[in-house]
């Protein structure tokens, strides 16, 4: 009778399957846990460049509000500027026309003759008068249109110095008002009368040579009253008054 003999192989084979199967097993572990490990990198990844993103997103919204900010002040400091330079302007026009205004407010008053020569001034002396001259002489050919030297109501027009004496000639005397009064003499002719309103500029005679005169002109005063012996210096007053003289 034989001897039952008992293998081992196929007991080193089924361990060897098991250390195969368990490390199989533990390959798989591995794997899945590197797997595992890897889609969690990936998500915490993912999640971060989200997060910069936002961050990229905010301060890129925070930078177009800032520009937009700081584009609407400049936008409203140009106004400013353009309203500031405009009102300059309107300033400057209305300055411009002020002074417009008041030059032509001064030259209200006129020479009573154009293109003239000055001769006998006031207050001088001299053998023609008994008392110092009494005016400002214009010297120009007779039949020169006289003007009046501002706007006003004729108070004294005629010969004999229209009632000042025959020293004057034909005259003129025109009340401005204010105290002021005009006076045209030795003309040739007079084209106005008494009561008349007359305006500056309008012609209201031809000089002269008539009454004590020694040559053609125009003798022009302003006085204080329609009277002779009132007169102060015509050339003097009508130079206050922007008239070159």
Known sequence: MFERVTSRFPRTAATRTR???LAAGLGTSVVLG????AAVDNT????????VQAQAAAQSKAAETQAKAVQAQAAKAQKAAEAQKAAAAKAAQ??????????KKAASWIDPVKSYKLSASFAQN??????????QDY?????????AAH?????????NGAGDGPAYGNAIVIKHGNKTYSQYAHLSSVHVKVGQVVKTGQKIAL???TGNSSGPHLHFEIRTTPNYGSAVDPAKFLRSHGVTV
Do not use: D, I, R, Y
């Open 19 to 21: 250390a195969a199967v």
């Open 34 to 37: 590197a797997g595992v490990a």
């Open 44 to 51: 915490a990844a993912s999640g971060a460049a989200g997060a």
């Open 94 to 103: 209305a300055k411009k026309a002020a002074k417009a205004a008041a030059k």
């Open 126 to 135: 001299g053998g023609m008068w008994a008392h110092k001259h009494s005016g």
């Open 139 to 147: 010297a120009v050919p007779t039949g020169t249109p006289v003007m």
């Open 151 to 159: 706007g006003g109501t004729v108070v004294k027009a005629g010969g």
């Open 207 to 209: 000089s002269g040579n």
